[in-house]
C-alpha cells in the first residue's frame, strides 16, 4: 500500500520570506501523480499544485513550486513571498496511476508570521 | 453553483441513529469520491462511483457504512448506528474521469456522534 509522510506538523514563515514543506512517499509503481491540498480554516480543500510522475520538470504555479525527487520519492511545496492568505493546512497526496483515490499526509499547518 | 455541495455542513447524533450525508458534485463530473478526516489528520478514502457504479469501497470502515449514486449525479453517504468513532468530517470530492485529474472538494459534513 501506498503511505505518504509529511513530518512537518507545523510551519511559520514571515509575510514575504520563503517556506518549504516536505514530503516523502511510498510506492513500488512506477507511474503515478502527486498532489498538495491547501486546507484553509474554512475547510474546503483546494488543489495547489500537481505533478506527473513521468514528467522530470518540476511543477509551478505562480508563488508555487515543488522539488519532485522521484529516486528520493521526495515531493516538496516551495511557497515564495509568503502571504496572509497563505495561511492554512497542507496536504500532500498522492494517486496511483490506473487507481484515481488519493492517499494523503496529516497535514502541515503553515502560520503566517505578518 | 458552480462547486461541490453538500448538507448538511453540520449534524449531531445520539449513538444509534442512522445519518444520510448527501454531495452534489460539479455537473458533468463522473467520478465522485467520499473521504473521512478525523480531527487532525488527513483525509481517508472512503468509496469511489463512476457514473452510478461503485468501483471501490475498500475504505468503508465497516457494514455500517453504505454510499449510492442511483442516478450517477447526488450521492449518499449513510452510516447506521451511528457509534463515536464515527464522528469526524465527511468530505466529498468530484472530478473528471481521467487519469491524476485534480479533485475537486466540498466543504465537507461535520457529524458528531453523542
Known amino acids: 500500500a501506498q503511505t505518504v509522510t509529511q513530518s512537518q506538523p507545523e510551519m511559520s514563515v514571515q509575510e514575504a520570506e520563503t517556506v518549504t514543506l516536505s514530503c516523502t512517499y511510498d510506492t513500488s509503481e512506477s507511474d503515478y501523480y502527486l498532489f498538495w491540498y491547501k486546507q484553509p480554516p474554512s475547510r474546503q480543500m483546494i488543489l495547489v499544485i500537481r505533478?506527473?510522475?513521468?514528467?522530470?520538470q518540476n511543477a509551478t504555479e505562480n508563488r508555487f513550486s515543488v522539488n519532485f525527487q522521484k529516486a528520493a520519492k521526495s515531493f516538496s511545496l516551495k511557497i515564495s513571498d509568503s502571504q496572509l492568505g497563505d495561511a492554512a493546512m497542507y496536504f500532500c497526496a498522492y494517486a496511483g496511476f490506473g487507481n484515481e483515490k488519493l492517499t494523503f499526509g496529516t497535514g502541515t499547518r503553515l502560520t503566517i508570521i505578518p | 453553483g458552480a462547486g461541490v455541495s453538500q448538507s448538511p455542513r453540520y449534524k449531531v447524533a445520539k449513538r444509534g441513529q442512522d445519518v444520510a450525508l448527501r454531495c452534489d458534485p460539479i455537473?458533468?463530473?463522473?467520478?465522485l469520491f467520499w473521504y473521512q478526516q478525523a480531527l487532525g489528520q488527513g483525509p481517508e478514502f472512503l468509496t469511489y462511483?463512476?457514473?452510478?457504479?461503485?468501483?471501490?469501497k475498500s475504505g468503508l470502515p465497516s457494514d455500517r457504512f453504505f454510499a449510492e449514486r442511483p442516478e450517477g449525479s447526488v450521492s449518499t453517504l449513510k452510516i447506521q448506528r451511528t457509534q463515536q468513532e464515527d464522528s469526524a468530517v465527511y468530505l466529498c470530492a468530484s472530478s473528471l474521469v481521467r487519469q491524476g485529474v485534480t479533485q475537486y472538494f466540498g466543504p465537507g459534513t461535520r457529524l458528531t456522534v453523542l
Open positions: 505533478q506527473e510522475a513521468y514528467k522530470q
Open positions: 462511483f463512476q457514473n452510478e457504479a461503485q468501483l471501490d
Open positions: 455537473s458533468g463530473h463522473v467520478s
